[in-house]
């Protein structure tokens, strides 16, 4: 089975630090975007970064800098160092990847079951 398994979060303070990590399990021919979303109280989900497997990031309005996305490839692996924390970075982060399943070759979008990051002092 083909799944998502997201590692990291819980609290920090204002002006801390932070990395999620998110693996790919399973069997796969190939995995395309990979990335983070956040979803804030009462609010929508909304991109926090991806990036692509020519490492092409893309990141939200309100990151600002503080936030950078990597990826390993070979591990199908991302990571998200989170700097500069802010309280209203406080949200459950969810990976997501588009990936090719082995053998069948279905297409697919995979989510993580969400982690949570509080920032507040």
């Known amino acids: 089975q083909v799944q998502l398994v997201e590692s990291g979060g819980g609290s920090e303070q204002p002006g801390g630090s932070t990395r999620l990590s998110c693996v790919v399990s399973g069997n796969v021919a190939t995995v395309n975007m990979m990335g983070w979303y956040r979803r804030l109280p009462e609010k929508q989900r909304e991109l926090v970064a991806r990036?692509?497997?020519?490492?092409?990031?893309t990141y939200g309005s309100f990151v600002e800098g503080r936030f950078t996305i990597t990826r390993d490839n070979d591990k199908n692996m991302i990571h998200l160092q989170m700097d500069r924390l802010k309280p209203e970075d406080s949200a459950v982060y969810y990976c997501y990847a588009h990936v090719y399943e082995a053998g069948t070759l279905n297409e697919r979008d995979l989510w993580g079951q969400g982690t949570q990051v509080t920032v507040s002092s």
């Open positions: 990036i692509t497997s020519y490492q092409k990031t």
